[in-house]
Nanobody, 124 residues
Framework: QVQLVESGGGLVQAGGSLRLSCAAS????????IGWYRQAPGKERELVAV???????NYSDSVKGRFTISRDNPKNTVYLQMNSLKPEDTAVYYC??????????????????WGQGTQVTVSS
């Protein structure tokens, strides 16, 4: 089993900053990518930012230039620095991890895991 523990959410005024953290533990093998999604009330879950094992990053257009994703590989931890926050950034933020592992028969397979989510609220 893989556990993803998120922290750092909270209430902040527009223009402020928050830093989210997600620590992965458990049956960690080869992480393909790790990152953040978010879901606002009444909306579908959407990609915020992800970072691959090689350090390549991908951001949603809505957060480019304001959010920065980084990771500490030895600690299996990913961070999301969120600056210039806007009310429309209000959502539950979920950590997401995809990894490759070997099945008992020795085949390669992938698994995807989600954290419990952390609330980010930006007041206007």
């Amino acid at each position: 089993q893989v556990q993803l523990v998120e922290s750092g959410g909270g209430l902040v005024q527009a223009g402020g900053s928050l830093r989210l953290s997600c620590a992965a533990s458990g049956s960690i093998f080869s992480i393909n990518y790790i990152g953040w999604y978010r879901q606002a009330p009444g909306k579908e879950r959407e990609l915020v930012a992800v970072i691959s094992s090689g350090g390549n990053t991908n951001y949603s257009d809505s957060v480019k230039g304001r959010f920065t994703i980084s990771r500490d590989n030895p600690k299996n931890t990913v961070y999301l620095q969120m600056n210039s926050l806007k009310p429309e950034d209000t959502a539950v933020y979920y950590c997401n991890l995809e990894q490759t592992y070997l099945t008992p028969r020795g085949w390669s397979d992938t698994s995807r895991h989600w954290g419990q989510g952390t609330q980010v609220t930006v007041s206007s």
